[in-house]
């Protein structure tokens, strides 16, 4: 029902959804278990979410949660469209610190599993886009994180000037630099 295609980064799957349509609209499937089990996603949706951010130019991000409570994220744009981001967290990994992107719409029908040891985050490309975020881990307070978006030791090439970020992602998260990575 969709096809996972392998990133330059270990372990990040871009998903491209098969998609059926006619005249009433179309339908295609976000979440098939046996098939994201195949490429690294877990055993078990623990939490769904649902994201809206109203300007372009809109940073979320980049977070992730420290072990245990690492997660994967099935991530899909439901309306408008977002440069959705992954950066390999992992210690010891060949590709730490790299990123990868993917361009998510409404309109392309694709997803991007991040699996556990990578944060994740967005820029909003239109107004008002929505995300629906499935995760295999409950979200924990205490173990959660977040990279600098903007560091430029990660050197992400964000596509627009920045409109808005929390202060939690442009104040209090953390830098690159001295982060030994996660330990999974």
Known sequence: MFECIPTPLDGLIEIRRRVLSDERGFFSPIFRLAQLQAAGFGD???Q???SQTRLPGTIRGLHFQYPPHAEAKLVSCLRGEVFDVAVDLRAGSPTFLRWHARVLSADNHTSLLVPAGFAHGFQSLRADSELLYLHSGAYEP???GALQALDPAIGIAWPLEV???SRRDRV???AAAGFEGLKL
């Open 44 to 46: 078990t949706v623990a």
């Open 48 to 50: 769904v979410n649902q």
């Open 163 to 165: 409109s808005v970020m």
């Open 172 to 174: 209090d998260a953390i």
């Open 142 to 144: 205490a173990s959660e």
